[in-house]
């Protein structure tokens, strides 16, 4: 389901996939990239061996993502390298799907004006696929994949649900993507048809 639809004329899109930890985005953001056949650029696998060193070295958990040595002097520098990265494949003229929480981004008005300018200056447009879940789902999907990153939020859920708001949706035009468990239509249904909305306004086939 898509919320509104940006009229961008660009041969070339910056595909955003944001949600909360276990929303299911990266399993989204995998199946978008295959659907489209565009490059995949997930945060975690980018910079997580990093993140975890640059932490132990600060004298932080490695595997904790609530800290403020976390939020203040590792997190800015994990969302540079991924929108730096973002931005070099732009410049080659590659698409990009790009996959991580960006809770603090989707939802700033000057952030979207900004990225969406820059992606304008490279002869591409800003799409956001909100992948969506609920506090029952995410948990479970927390619990199944069994991460030591995600260690805190389960042992201290209650505490973890009232710092975040799941009524959170980004600001300007997005796609809409409902990954609870209880969801009537399946994940890859969804996706493929965001997918193809993408390819058509793009002027790429479907891989």
Request: glycine letters at 6%.
């Amino acid at each position: 389901m898509s919320i509104g639809s940006e009229a961008d004329e660009h041969g070339l899109a910056l595909v955003l996939v944001a949600g909360y930890a276990g929303s299911g985005k990266s399993e989204a953001g995998k199946m978008m990239s295959q659907a489209t056949g565009w490059p995949l650029l997930d945060k975690d696998t980018l910079t997580r061996p990093l993140t975890e060193s640059l932490l132990s070295y600060l004298n932080g958990d490695p595997d904790d993502r609530q800290s403020s040595v976390y939020a203040e002097n590792v997190r800015p520098l994990e969302y540079e390298s991924l929108m730096k990265a973002c931005w070099e494949n732009l410049e080659c003229g590659v698409p990009v799907v790009a996959v991580a929480p960006f809770l603090a981004e989707v939802v700033d008005d000057q952030w979207y004006a900004r990225t969406r300018r820059h992606c304008s200056r490279l002869g591409a447009g800003l799409e956001v696929v909100w992948v969506d879940s609920d506090a029952s789902s995410m948990r479970e999907r927390l619990t199944s994949r069994n991460a030591a990153r995600d260690t805190w939020k389960l042992a201290n859920w209650r505490q973890y649900l009232a710092s975040i708001s799941l009524e959170r949706r980004p600001v300007g035009e997005f796609h809409f993507v409902d990954n609870r468990i209880t969801a009537m239509t399946p994940l890859a249904e969804q996706v493929e048809s965001v997918a193809m909305v993408l390819s058509r306004r793009y002027g790429e086939a479907l891989a």
